[in-house]
Structures are given as C-alpha cells and as structure tokens.
C-alpha cells in the first residue's frame, strides 16, 4: 500500500473556498469517490471526493481554512484499487438567476447558447488550437463553454499542461467580440475598442468620481460579477420584446388564503407564485415555442417543464429551478420553493438547482413597482415578471367593481417568437389566473 495527497479538485472559478464541514476522520475507510470535505464559497456548498480508496492516515485542514485547486486534504494509505477518474466536486460551483437568475435578472443556464448573427462586420476568427484532440479542460469550464457558445477545440489553454481555464474561455469570447481572436485568446491584452468601439459605441467614460466630492469603493459581490457577465451577453445577443398584461386574481386570492388556513397546521405557505407556476406550465404546454432554446438553426422544444424562479440573497439573486413542474400540485409546489428559497439564502444551492430551466418568473410583488422588463434567461426564450397586485375598479358592464389585478411583464426572443404570439401567451395565462379551472382543460 502506498501513501498517497488527495488534493482539491478543478472547482471551477473561485480562487479559494472555506471548509466547512469535514466528513472522514484518521483512520476511516473511504471509497473512491467517497466525500471527505465540504467546502462552500460565497454561493454554493461543494463536497471534495477521494480519489483513490483507502485509509485515511493524516488530515490536513480543520473548519475554517481556506483552499484552492491543488490543496493537501489528508493524507491517505491506498487500497489496490487504484485511482478513481478524475474527480469534480460533488456539487459543482454554480454561475447565476437566475436567475438564477436572479435570477430577476436571472443568468444561470446550463445549456448551449444560440449563435446569433451580428450586423457588425468583424473579421472571421482564426483557430488558436488545433481541432481533432479532445481540449483538456474540467466539466465546470466545459459548462462555461456551452453557455458562452464557445468552441473549446479553438481555444489555448494557459493552465497546466495547457489545460483550458474559465479566463481562457473569457478571453477567447471579448477577442471574437472585438475581432482579434488570435492574440487575445493566446493571453494578450484586449484590443483597444474592445468596451465598446467594436461594436460602433463610444468608448466607456473614464472619469475622477472623487474629484466631484467624497466617494466610496465597494467590490461586487460574487454572484453580482457572474450574472453581471451573463446579464451583459443576454442583453447584447438576444432581442427583447416586452409584452404586459393584467391578470384578475381576485378569486384567485382567496382560494389561496382558504388553503392556508386549511394547511395552517402542515406549516406549508401557498404563496401566489405557486399559482403562477401552475398557470405558467399551463400556457407553456399551449404556446409549446416559449418552452424552448434556439440551437443554431434548429429549435429545441422540450418536453419537460422546469420553471426557475428568482431568490433573493444578501449576496444577491439566484435562479433555483423547480424541477417537473407539471407533476406536482400547489402544496408541494409550495414546499419545494420554500426549501430551494432557504437554501438560496444560506449559499447552500447546488449546481444542479440552478440547471435544466425551461421558463424563468422573476417576481418583485413583495416589494413593489407596477410593471418591468426582466431579462431573458438564456438559453430559455422567455421570462415572465411579476408585480405588485392591487385593487382596482374594473367595469363589469353595468357598474365598477373592486378587483385584485396582477400585472404581468413578459419578455420573448424575437428570432423565436413573433408579437401575436406573445400577446397570446399572455392574455392565455391571465385567463388562467382569473379561471384558474382552465388549468385542468
């Protein structure tokens, strides 16, 4: 038997995570694959698994140190069995928004991203890396990769023994922006016009803020520089189209508060957005288009209705995706997005609550505002925003009656969905939330 380091993993794009959690002790039996730590950034929680099965001999950390890729966990006496395959963290890193999202403003898709044609005449990229071997680089970074739409086989890999990392990807995609593929995704510096004079604009303003009077630096926080990023791209590479409606829930309302006083004792909260849920997967399944990402020239309709909703953070929004939505009824409903929403708080929330989104609702009815444009959550093709409900006076033909009135923001992608469409997708859901027995047609 030989003495063997297990180290931390590829895990993704934080320089250094806290341990939070250790799962073995001298002298456990661990299998391959088997968790020994659990470590957690300012996002989400990971568990390191062994590489190799064996006896652990010496830990190396305790509660509250920091590590990176490369770090000496313990120290472990190896079986026969040989090494597992290179292990990723159990819960790989998450990049949000939702979001997430937002998650609003979600941003935390797991699929490819369409290509999309630019008016701006750019020169054709050049290959950086030759096609044909498998690029080397971790499941995080190919993740990465899919959702900027970026071909790893072109991109040069800076890490070790050219493996390709998160700022490799990043470079590679600000170089095809900016028309100078070559130099910068071999580690040069941006080309000069790359924030902006690419694409026709101006470049950014640079200006001495202190010398207006005092100011204060603060850095943003880890969630808000990834979707930033995320946020930026959707912006820029989806067209927008806003779409807003009104829905009567007056009814809607109180059955909601009879139910809560029915589940008083189950401790389950039926909020509105449950409803919404519902509602949404019952205009998904009759607009088909809405539920569906663009690949290249095809476009993918799924039949599976995951709908992420938007979670807010101390650190900021995040996307969870309630998973099989059209299998579950209010009350489950309720309690899933109860537990994704508390762990979205904690920085608890693992890569595989945040993927697989089919439809993103971003809802700001807690705290105000009237109407919105929330930002596609690519590579969905729509996201439906929700505000403040009020009593308003609605005509009935003979006199005004008070009503409880929900309005609804919508935004599609234009490549996919046409104005007629969006105008009926939302006033088919405000119809369901007004008759909320059409659920069941």
């Known amino acids: 038997m030989a003495i063997v ?5 590829d895990i993704g794009d934080f320089s250094e995570v806290a341990v939070i959690e250790l799962l073995v002790k001298p002298g456990d039996a661990v299998k391959a694959e088997q968790s020994l730590i659990t470590v957690e950034s300012d996002k989400a929680s990971m568990e390191i698994p062994s590489s190799h099965a064996g006896v652990v001999k010496e830990l190396r950390v305790k509660l509250g140190d920091k590590v990176k ?13 040989g090494a597992a395959p290179a292990p990723a963290a159990a819960a790989a890193s998450t990049a ?6 937002p998650a ?4 935390l898709a797991s699929e490819p991203v369409a290509r999309v044609s630019s008016p701006v005449a750019v020169p054709a990229h050049e290959p950086t890396a030759p096609t044909g071997a498998l690029p080397h680089a971790s499941p995080s970074v190919r993740k990465f990769a899919r959702e900027l739409g970026v071909p790893l086989e072109q991109v040069r890999g800076s890490g070790h023994k050219g493996r390709i990392t998160d700022e490799d990807v990043k470079n590679f995609t600000k170089a095809v922006m900016s028309g100078s593929t070559r130099t910068q995704a071999m580690g040069a510096q941006p080309a000069a016009g790359a924030d902006g004079a690419a694409l026709g604009l101006l470049p950014w303003p640079k200006v001495d803020f202190a010398k207006f009077g005092p100011i204060e630096r603060k850095e943003l926080s880890r969630i808000k520089k990834i979707s930033g990023a995320n946020l930026h791209r959707n912006w820029v590479m989806i ?3 806003n779409s807003y409606e009104d829905a009567d829930i007056t009814e809607l309302e109180a059955l909601r508060v009879q ?11 039926v909020t509105m957005l449950a409803f919404v849920i519902k509602a949404a997967v019952a205009a998904l399944k009759k607009f088909p288009d809405f539920n569906a990402s663009l690949d290249g020239e095809q476009l993918v309709l799924k039949n599976y209705w995951n709908i992420g909703f938007a979670a807010d953070t101390p650190n900021g929004l995040v996307v969870p995706v309630l998973k099989n939505a059209d299998q579950k009824g209010l009350l489950e409903i309720s309690a899933e997005m109860a537990e994704l929403s508390k762990k979205a708080r904690d920085g608890k929330l693992s890569a595989a609550d945040m993927q697989g989104g089919t439809f993103s609702i971003s809802s700001l009815g807690g705290i105000g505002t009237t109407y919105f444009t929330p930002l596609i959550n690519a590579p969905e093709v729509a996201i439906l925003g929700l505000s403040k409900s009020a009593m308003k006076p609605v005509w009935d033909g003979k006199d005004f009656q008070p009503r409880l009135i929900l309005p609804l923001s919508l935004s599609y992608d234009h490549r996919v969905i046409d104005g007629a469409a ?19 047609l």
């Open 96 to 101: 949000a928004p939702v979001a997430a999202a």
């Open 5 to 9: 380091e297990i180290k931390v993993p």
């Open 104 to 107: 609003a403003a979600p941003a």
């Open 69 to 81: 890729e490369g770090s000496v966990v313990l120290m472990l006496e190896a079986s026969d069995a």
């Open 422 to 440: 969006g105008a009926r997708f939302n006033a088919y859901l405000a119809q369901v939330l007004g008759d909320f027995r059409r659920v069941l």
């Open 239 to 241: 067209p927008h189209v």
């Open 259 to 269: 139910l809560n006083k029915e589940n008083e004792k189950a401790g389950i909260k």
